[in-house]
């Protein structure tokens, strides 16, 4: 078997999706993007897409090599969302000839399901109670929240008074036990993280994420001795090189890699297992599409330390595009008491709605994130 063509589509609400061909009619989905630079993803793809026409679409941990190590320059989130949505798409096309699931291909499932989490409130967070007790009424245990609006290095105690009656309201709504996670979004500074952790602590959520950018990862340690909620991260790290410190440094608690961000199938897997000999647990980020989310599940499906999983219907981010949109067969991501199946279908488990793709393609998206500014005019994290 080999491989044919290498198709990307832009799709609302802001992702991208490639279709990869072989030559035995074989095909398999990927969603290689990160949010807000699609298009250069798609770039990427396209520049990595002539070496992978002609080979045979199965020598996946090769193909993976020579993508990520045969370029003396690597990693970062461009190259490596590209690679991670080749790689998803090679798995497709490898379960779809052994029909098999992926997580069959990668040693067999440790699980049957894994608990949700849903989003509520949006970008700057308002009305979060009823939204959070909508949420729980509808069967999800878990939900996550940003936490505030921006914030400068040192800030006032009324906005750190805002976020804790929003926390408090959340709480008060949903009662003592749904998992509440709260998203610093990297918007807070050191000197504000280990303040707001200290005073979330009587709420008891389920973990605080992104306390502070991935950068300023040597923060976490401070903050982590201020507080004993869980700390998570990871959303903006790419690959087990750039875990490695944070693993090792010990003060992380929840690694969040993104199958469409950090190499895709094959190397989120490997830094699951790196996470998991720390004793560090994983909840993959997962705010983008179907085939994404898919790809998850998969290795959720083989990871003994994931505990919960990321997903994005219903997120603010999707209004008039949604994840169901694009996939034939929507009951596999039916959620039942707050969990969602592992996909039994071959490959990644989800049957892509083709014409739906090339249809919202034509209207294709340029999603950027805002640009927020301080009332001083300085830039602010968003
Ligand atoms: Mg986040």
Redesign the pocket.
């Known amino acids: 078997m080999k491989i044919t063509k290498l198709e990307c589509f832009i799709v609302p609400p802001r992702w991208c999706f490639l279709k990869i061909e072989t030559d035995e009619g074989i095909t398999g989905w990927g969603e290689p993007v990160i949010e807000g630079r699609a298009s250069t993803v798609k770039a990427a793809v396209e520049e990595l897409s002539d070496y992978l026409i002609g080979k045979d679409p199965l020598r996946i941990e090769d193909h993976w090599n020579v993508l990520y190590r045969s370029g003396f320059y690597r990693g970062g989130p461009i190259l490596m969302s590209a690679i991670a949505g080749i790689d998803q798409a090679l798995w497709d096309i490898k379960g779809k000839f052994y029909n098999a699931p992926v997580y069959e291909l990668m040693g067999g499932a440790c699980r049957e399901s894994i608990r949700v989490y849903s989003w509520i409130g949006g970008d700057r967070p308002s009305d979060v109670g009823a939204a959070a007790k909508a949420v729980v009424d509808a069967g999800f245990t878990a939900v996550k929240m940003n936490g505030t609006e921006e914030l400068q290095y040192v800030d006032s105690y009324e906005k750190i008074d805002a976020v804790v009656e929003r926390i408090a309201a959340v709480r008060e709504a949903v009662g003592q036990y749904v998992g509440i996670g709260i998203?610093f979004?990297g918007r807070v500074h050191k000197p504000m993280a280990k303040v707001l952790a200290k005073e979330l602590e009587p709420y008891r959520p389920m973990f605080i994420?992104?306390p502070v950018l991935a950068e300023n990862n040597e923060a976490l340690r401070e903050i982590a001795n201020h507080t004993h909620i869980p700390i998570a991260t990871g959303?903006r790290m790419y690959s087990r090189w750039d875990f490695k410190q944070l693993l090792s440094d010990g003060y992380v608690d929840i690694i969040?890699p993104d199958l469409s961000h950090a190499g895709g199938i094959t190397e989120c897997k490997k830094i699951a297992s790196m996470a998991e000999a720390y004793d560090v647990a994983v909840a993959f980020?997962c705010p983008l599409g179907p085939i994404a989310l898919a790809s998850c599940l998969q290795v959720d499906a083989t990871s003994h330390n994931a505990f919960i999983q990321e997903q994005s219907l219903g997120i603010h981010y999707n209004q008039g595009s949604d994840l169901l949109d694009y996939i034939t067969d929507k009951s596999v991501f039916k959620y039942e008491d707050g969990h969602v199946k592992i996909p039994q279908g071959p490959g990644l488990g989800i049957s892509v709605n083709e014409e739906h793709v090339r249809k919202m393609a034509e209207a294709g998206h340029n999603w950027k994130n805002p640009v927020w500014r301080h009332k001083d005019g300085t830039v602010a994290e968003w």
């Open positions: 998203d979004h994420e992104e959303e969040q980020h």
